[in-house]
């Protein structure tokens, strides 16, 4: 049976997904200039963030979601080092909220852990 936190989680995930086909600017904006295709890599993050929320919402896959999961948020770490050591990608945000979305991450992958 599927938890309320997992339904939570699913769907956070799959608007997630979502959003990187409404505002890839936004994201583009974060993605170091050594990787190719940034545009590209955005939507097909945003299609990888999407399947996988829809099978967390699955019992029959919601092992290997929550290893891609667990892969995907770890990948993201070094999109976060490189905003902290680029002030110019949110010269506006303060820095404490962009130290701050680390632990988040790392909140999400402990979270996600609870699905293996």
Known sequence: MISWHQYLLGILLVLAGM?????????????PPRFPAASTLILITGIVEMILG???????????AAWGIIFLLISYF????YVLMNRKTFPKLPKWTLFLSMPIHLFL??????YL
């Open 19 to 31: 959003n990187h086909f409404r505002k890839p600017t936004l994201y583009e904006r974060v993605i």
């Open 54 to 64: 829809f099978m967390l919402l699955n019992v029959g896959t919601q092992q290997y």
């Open 78 to 81: 070094i999109i976060h080092v």
């Open 109 to 114: 992958i402990i979270w996600v852990v609870n």
